[in-house]
């Protein structure tokens, strides 16, 4: 019965985001501005159920790895240490008839695509990704300070604080849910590729020698996470780089992959081996011993890092593309988003079967009563059918229907998403039930 769109475009997710309330294309009623975007009401809600789930597997379920929320602006030197300062960069060439700027990677001939002039490119030069801004009142190189491009630099310059104030013995991370900024040349896909965007990484010092051993423990990790989440496992892979794709500071990295029908596998998680290259980098330019004191040899060492990096919001694109279903029912589509119960913006919706007023008083009390435990909407507007369609295209995973004989019997209809599947229910037994069925 099922049958899934066999392309599905960015376009069509777009359009559901944006009139379902998930994403609006940002500053809208000025024309926009490119790569950056607005959540909405049920874009914000989901966000924060992607970044809990993260947060949960990542820092709360283990006991060797703790949080930190840093500062987006830190000191200019962190970033020269980082080498973002020198090696940031993108190719870009201009077209000097009409002006626009290209990433030279993605021109192959001497045609700007724009106006088409010919041989009209100037020479190839790197462009920094880096936004620049000023602290205090003068705009003057000195004072000249960067929004950070990732938030791992704070991790490598906290590891002395952290490792004193939490008494951490060799292996642990340390994780952050944060903003970053980059000013790609070319943003696109709609949230696939941002300029402001917001990052899931998590730092795991550990010691030179166990490194490819944690390495290979984390990529499974993080698979085994994007699986726990829905993700159908046919559209994930893990593709290793080869040594030419290789940052300057990794010895080794695997790329997690989703496979969109529009663009083809695309980078979804990073997770490098960055070896001891950040810490040595920041002891050098800081000045500061970033080494661990290891109690068993006697010895200083300066750990090694594996780091599991990924952007929330292509987290969130992945998520609903691969939910995104589309199925025939009685001669009508129906269009429903197959999203894991802990990520679906709304868990319950509350939907009494017509605004009759004996109705409403009892609709409202079970609504009560599900509110502290799930989240839930209320509604009443329209008809019973054009409700449950409006919850499945939020990919809603349950419905509760309180009906005229909801007055007699105290009980309501539960109704399922996927299968559409529809089973009356006590009220008084209603929380756990619906607990039961959102876990499973
Ligand atoms: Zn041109």
Not at 121 to 140: A, Q, Y
Not at 171 to 199: H, K, L, V, W
Not at 427 to 438: M, P, T, Y
Request: with cysteine; aromatic share 12%.
């Amino acid at each position: 019965m099922t049958q899934e769109s066999p392309e599905l475009q960015f376009e069509t997710l777009v359009s559901l985001c944006k009139r379902r309330g998930f994403v609006f294309p940002s500053s809208e009623i000025y024309g926009g501005i490119a790569g950056f975007w607005d959540y909405g009401p049920l874009g914000v809600e989901m966000k924060n159920n992607i970044k809990r789930a993260w947060w949960r597997a990542m820092v709360q379920e283990r006991d060797d790895v703790v949080g930190i929320d840093a500062s987006i602006i830190m000191n200019p030197r962190v970033w020269q240490a980082s080498g973002h300062v020198d090696v940031f960069t993108d190719p870009m060439i201009d077209c000097k008839n009409c002006k626009h700027r290209f990433r030279a990677d993605h021109i192959d001939s001497d045609v700007c695509p724009d106006c088409g002039a010919q041989g009209q490119f100037t020479e190839v030069r790197p462009f920094n990704l880096m936004f620049k801004t000023f602290v205090g009142p003068v705009e003057e190189s000195a004072a000249q300070v960067y929004l950070r491009p990732e938030t791992a630099q704070a991790m490598f310059i906290n590891f002395e604080n952290v490792v004193t104030s939490m008494r951490r013995k060799l292996p642990f991370g340390i994780a952050q849910i944060g903003r970053s900024f980059r000013n790609e040349i070319t943003p696109g896909n709609f949230i696939f590729r941002d300029r402001e965007f917001e990052q899931m990484e998590m730092e795991f010092f550990c010691k030179p020698g166990s490194d490819e051993e944690w390495h290979a423990h984390w990529i499974q990790k993080r698979f085994n996470w994007f699986k726990g989440l829905g993700i159908r496992e046919e559209n994930l892979r893990i593709r290793p780089h080869d040594a030419k794709e290789l940052s300057h500071y990794s010895k080794a990295t695997s790329d997690i992959e989703y496979r969109f029908e529009a663009m083809g596998w695309s980078e979804l998680e990073g997770i490098a081996n960055r070896t001891d290259f950040d810490l040595k980098q920041h002891a050098a330019y800081s000045g500061k011993s970033l080494s661990y004191f290891d109690e068993e040899t006697n010895e200083h060492i300066v750990p090694y890092v594996i780091e599991p990096a990924l952007g929330v919001d292509r987290t969130f694109l992945v998520l609903l593309y691969d939910a995104y279903r589309e199925e025939e029912v009685k001669g009508e589509k129906r269009v429903y988003l197959q999203l894991h119960p802990s990520v679906a913006p709304i868990q319950v919706a509350v939907l009494p079967l017509s605004r009759n007023e004996k109705l409403t008083p009892l609709a409202r009390e079970v609504y009560g009563r599900l509110r502290p435990h799930f989240m839930t909407q209320f509604d009443d507007a329209q008809s019973i059918g054009r409700r449950y369609r409006r919850q499945d295209e939020i990919g809603t995973p349950l419905c509760v229907t309180v009906d005229f004989d909801s007055l007699e019997d105290a009980a309501v209809t539960i109704r399922e998403r996927d299968s559409m599947e529809q089973s009356r229910m006590r009220i008084e037994e209603l929380v756990a039930i619906l607990r039961e069925k959102l876990d499973s």
